[in-house]
């Protein structure tokens, strides 16, 4: 698939600078690759559409209005960088934090957007999200907080909603979704105050199978008492406990 071809499928034209970006991602990936196996989506339409298109489709209405303002965005298990340096790359006046718990790819990821030119727009967390919800500096913190491929959606929405500004928005990256799945994840978000907004399908070009984006909102402050302790929300997902009482 031609980059043109991808660019005209997403409804959004890069600038020349940040095609280039991407283009230096993915070389950036393969140098990383040889050392640490970050992600086997590094080649022609394995980078393109399942890790640069893929991460950028739900943000259309952002890539296309450019908002006002510096949003800040938060990637919950970043992993190789996806969708977080994607997201800095095509929404330069937003501010990324990425998080992740495992300290090599954070290290390799940092020294991605360093070399990107990004580090002023982009911080690094090696943690658990569980604590990333509870920090001073992170809880209630932002815009967007987004999560691809991390857990069961409700285990998601556990980590994510905490993070959110009170106007802000969760976003869940998920392949196949039933009608079952959505039952399960609007049981889980009764206590955390949020709210299911929409749910989008997609099939990606290139026959690369079909992906859903769901948009939570809180609906009221989150509970202290989320996310729980390191482990417990994806032992005992909300939506579980829900059905079972």
């Known amino acids: 698939m031609s980059l043109a071809e991808l660019w005209r499928a997403l409804g959004w034209q890069p600038a020349p600078q940040q095609e280039e970006r991407f283009l230096q991602l993915q070389d950036l990936l393969r140098h990383w690759n ?12 394995d980078y393109w559409v399942a890790q640069v298109f893929d991460s950028l489709w739900p943000l259309r209405p952002l890539l296309q209005e450019e908002p006002e303002g510096s949003p800040e965005v938060i990637d ?10 994607a997201v800095a790359i095509a929404l330069p006046q937003a501010r990324l934090t990425l998080v992740d718990s495992v300290g090599r790819k954070v290290e390799a ?3 991605m957007a360093a070399d990107l030119g990004l580090s002023s727009r982009v911080q690094l967390r090696c943690e658990r999200v569980e604590r990333t919800g509870q920090a001073v500096a992170t809880r209630g913190r932002f815009d967007w907080a987004l999560a691809r491929a991390v857990a069961r959606a409700p ?13 802000g928005r969760a976003l869940l990256y998920r392949g196949q979704w039933s009608p079952d799945d959505q039952a399960e994840l609007e ?3 009764v206590p955390l105050r949020a709210r299911l907004e929409g749910v989008e399908g997609l099939e990606l070009p290139a026959e ?10 809180p609906t009221g402050p989150c509970p202290r008492a989320y996310p729980r302790a390191v482990g417990v929300p994806a032992r005992q ?3 579980e406990i829900a059905a079972e009482r």
């Open 76 to 85: 919950v298990g970043t992993g190789g960088g996806f969708p977080g340096l």
């Open 109 to 111: 990821v940092r020294a």
């Open 187 to 189: 049981r889980a978000l």
């Open 208 to 217: 690369r199978g079909v992906r859903h984006a769901l948009l939570l909102r």
């Open 34 to 45: 040889g050392r640490l196996n970050l992600t086997r989506l590094v080649e022609g339409d």
């Open 237 to 239: 997902p909300l939506g």
């Open 155 to 167: 285990v998601v929405a556990e980590y994510l909603m905490p993070l959110l500004r009170p106007e």
